[in-house]
């Protein structure tokens, strides 16, 4: 069973940055792909960026590309977010995300980290 662990937010102003970290343990090997979603209140959650762990291929949502880059360390199994130029639209819960090959559903995930950016 995977388990997600994801980490790194918090509170800065806009034009920021920050990074965030999703570890992950236990059965990753099967996992293909990562991805970062991020969710406010009263809206559904939104697709933000995603990599695919055997050869690094990323996608990214309009609004984010050039400012957020994800990025992976096979070593650590863990998933990176390094969000710079932060605007305060980003601000959200932000959760990891993992899934097998030939699925189109995210089957784990992790328990969300909170990003405020203040103007």
């Known amino acids: 069973q995977v388990e997600l662990v994801d980490s790194g937010g918090g509170l800065v102003q806009a034009g920021g940055s920050l990074r965030l970290s999703c570890a992950a343990s236990?059965?990753?090997?099967?996992?293909?792909?990562m991805c970062w979603f991020r969710q406010t209140p009263g809206n559904e959650r939104e697709f933000v960026a995603s990599v695919v762990l055997k050869n690094a291929i990323t996608n990214y949502v309009d609004s984010v590309k050039g400012r957020f880059t994800i990025s992976k360390d096979s070593a650590k199994d863990t998933v990176y977010l390094q969000m710079n130029n932060l605007k305060p639209e980003d601000t959200a819960i932000y959760s990891c995300?993992?899934?097998?090959?030939?699925?189109?559903?995210?089957?784990?995930w992790g328990q969300g980290t909170q990003v405020t950016v203040s103007s």
């Open positions: 995300a993992a899934r097998l090959p030939y699925v189109a559903r995210w089957d784990w």
């Open positions: 236990g059965g990753t090997p099967s996992i293909y792909a």
